[in-house]
């Protein structure tokens, strides 16, 4: 069962490690940590994504900055309770974690498959330039009756098609995590710098 889980939900990214590692919490005696990697994209910008780290897979105290990893594991959420609201937080999860020398561009560096459903229905959309844009929220299983809710964004011919899925329909999405800055408004005064994470999808399935 938890094999079956464990496939619907996959990722892999290849980067340098852009952080110490930060104790996030503790699950029976084992402490989790974050730590961030810097993710290089085809064009010249680059991705900052969260790896939530067991200390059981490496030694959280030595200092790695710099170095490159790759990173196997799923793409989870969790409600964090702020400013009387819950706020989605994402990271990645690590299951398996290899240093290499250096970056490679023979492996593809930040790749996902999500097999999940649409849990809200899907907000379609043009840019100023005509550019097609459809936001998905996909809920993916997991063990013990817990799921994760993923961002998607979807361009051009896969957000048309994608306009028109129904909430609870079942998709299959490849594609790759990114990060985006934005600015969030807190009061009249103040806001905030913040980073959200979706799912870049290249391709997706609906499953009748």
């Given at each position: ?82 400013e ?12 398996e ?77 490849w ?23 979706e ?10």
């Open positions: 069962m938890a094999d079956k889980i464990i496939e619907n939900n996959q990722v892999q990214i290849m980067g340098e490690i852009a952080s110490d590692f930060k104790f996030s919490h503790q699950v029976f005696g084992e402490g989790f940590y974050l730590v961030d990697i810097r993710v290089k994209r085809l064009s010249d910008s680059e991705d900052i994504i969260p790896v939530m780290v067991s200390e059981r897979l490496i030694d959280v105290t030595q200092d790695y900055m710099g170095e490159f990893l790759m990173v196997t594991g799923q793409f989870r959420s969790y409600n964090r309770h702020e009387k609201k819950n706020r989605l937080v994402l990271s990645v999860f690590a299951r974690l290899v240093f290499v020398e250096q970056e490679d561009d023979s492996v593809k560096s930040n790749q996902i498959f999500l097999d999940g459903y649409i849990c809200k229905p899907p907000v379609y959309r043009k840019t100023p330039l005509g550019r097609e844009i459809a936001d998905l929220l996909i809920a993916v299983n997991r063990p013990y009756g817990k799921s994760d809710y993923i961002p998607c964004i979807c361009w051009g011919r896969n957000a048309r098609y994608a306009s028109v899925f129904q909430v609870g329909g079942h998709v299959l999405i594609g790759r995590i990114q990060s985006r800055e934005y600015m969030k408004r807190l009061s009249e005064t103040e806001s905030e710098k913040r980073v959200a994470y799912i870049s999808v290249s391709k997706l399935e609906y499953v009748d």
